[in-house]
């Protein structure tokens, strides 16, 4: 098995900008998926506890159906860079950013946002594609498809898919909201 990433739960989570509630609310998983060339690989995703059976049940499905994932390793990584860790493909959650192009704070701020494979399923704004590498090709393997199993599969958890938006389409991201209780 390949392993992807192997850091302790501090590494994954050492932002000095997020704050500590936040911070105390994430959880770090292994997790395991093929990739293109079917090698098993195990990685890390960084996620609130409240959803971390979700992710777990989400990444169970992604191995066994072998949907290819090229990598998922945390995004300290990649200096909390989403651009760099999109241009790499890599499959990311928990990153303290707003969304952007906006001063509203993202759900990946949260550990409730799921990015999968940016490059086989960028994001599209006006007549900009992230990354830019990126293309969205329905037959394409690793290509999340809305009649697909992983994007059934979260949105029967509740989750929503930017695949599913109007304006923009964010083809690799789920976010699960913040349930009012
Ligand atoms: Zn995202």
Not at 36 to 60: C, P, R, T
Not at 74 to 97: G, T
Not at 125 to 133: A, F, G, K, N, Y
């Amino acid at each position: 098995m390949i392993i992807d990433a192997n850091f302790t739960h501090e590494e994954c989570i050492a932002h000095f900008k997020c704050p500590t509630e936040i911070l105390d609310s994430l959880v770090t998983l292994n997790v395991q998926y093929y990739d293109f060339e079917e090698q098993l690989h195990q990685g890390q995703i960084v996620v609130d506890k409240d959803i971390e059976e979700d992710v777990i049940q989400v990444f169970s499905l992604i191995k066994e159906i072998k949907f290819p994932v090229h990598s998922v390793i945390p995004i300290q990584v990649f200096s909390w860079d989403d651009d760099a860790s999109m241009l790499a493909n890599n499959s990311s959650a928990f990153n303290y950013r707003p969304i952007a192009g906006t001063n509203t704070l993202s759900l990946h701020s949260f550990g409730r946002a799921v990015d999968i494979n940016p490059v086989q399923n960028p994001w599209y704004i006006r007549d900009e594609i992230h990354p830019p590498t990126g293309k969205y090709e329905p037959k394409a393997p690793g290509t999340l498809l809305k009649d697909g199993p992983i994007v059934q599969l979260f949105t029967s958890l509740g989750w929503e898919w930017g695949g599913d938006w109007i304006s923009i389409k964010d083809y690799h991201h789920f976010q699960k909201p913040l349930q009012k209780k």
